[in-house]
T-cell receptor, first 118, second 115 residues
Framework: AQTVTQSQPEMSVQEAETVTLSCTYD???????LFWYKQPPSRQMILVIR??????QNATENRFSVNFQKAAKSFSLKISDSQLGDAAMYFC???????????????FGKGTKLSVIP | GAGVSQSPSNKVTEKGKDVELRCDPI?????LYWYRQSLGQGLEFLIY????????KSGLPSDRFSAERTGGSVSTLTIQRTQQEDSAVYLC?????????????FGPGTRLTVT
């Protein structure tokens, strides 16, 4: 079974600065999908960015980018020019590409609470 | 178009009572997922539907939990004889199909408190 670990329960960043959230995962699969989700106080999970493991290029979405290190099974999220609206819980998630039991679900880490200081 | 909706937004119930949580997926989405988010924990998978059938019920924590989906649309998660450890946020998500390349869109969740 796959596991996802987020070792930073809480992080803080000054507005306009850059912050990196860490995520590691364990899997025996060679191909898979990785995600970062944002959960603001409204509770609604919002997809921030996704990465396909077969792609060597790191995904970017505006101010959000990832550092995907497949050999190290590491998938960190970098937020540049942090804004007050970035304050939320951030969850790293894994999804298998194969059919079969457990392949359709997302496996989540426990999350990192990000605070943005004005 | 409307996103995934869930009702009620919050539910407080007494231990031992049954509760029903409702999820209304995005129109046209054939796959629907239920997750549970307990305090201090990540999200844990409960069950998913492709159409009206639930191929994977492996995440349901006990036989007190059940779910159904009718008409390929609305789903209901039922918890019988609720216990305090059932207190959590129950999140529902839907996707176009149950394939890994289809994004899962989440609803705002139902916060269940068992007293």
């Amino acid at each position: 079974a796959q596991t996802v670990t987020q070792s930073q329960p809480e992080m803080s960043v000054q507005e306009a600065e850059t912050v990196t959230l860490s995520c590691t995962y364990d899997t025996s699969e060679s191909d898979y999908y990785l995600f970062w989700y944002k959960q603001p106080p409204s509770r609604q999970m919002i997809l921030v960015i996704r990465q396909e493991a077969y792609k060597q290029q790191n995904a970017t979405e505006n101010r959000f980018s990832v550092n995907f290190q497949k050999a190290a099974k590491s998938f960190s999220l970098k937020i540049s020019d942090s804004q007050l609206g970035d304050a939320a819980m951030y969850f790293c998630a894994y999804r298998s590409p194969y059919s079969g039991a457990g392949s359709y679900q997302l496996t989540f880490g426990k999350g990192t609470k990000l605070s943005v200081i004005p | 178009g409307a996103g995934v909706s869930q009702s009620p937004s919050n539910k407080v119930t007494e231990k031992g009572k049954d509760v029903e949580l409702r999820c209304d997926p995005i129109s046209g989405h054939t796959a629907l997922y239920w997750y549970r988010q307990s305090l201090g924990q990540g999200l844990e998978f409960l069950i998913y539907f492709q159409g009206n059938s639930a191929p994977d019920k492996s995440g349901l924590p006990s036989d007190r939990f059940s779910a159904e989906r009718t008409g390929g649309s609305v789903s209901t998660l039922t918890i019988q004889r609720t216990q305090q450890e059932d207190s959590a946020v129950y999140l529902c998500a839907s996707s176009l199909r149950a394939v890994p390349t289809n994004e899962q869109y989440f609803g705002p969740g139902t916060r269940l408190t068992v007293t």
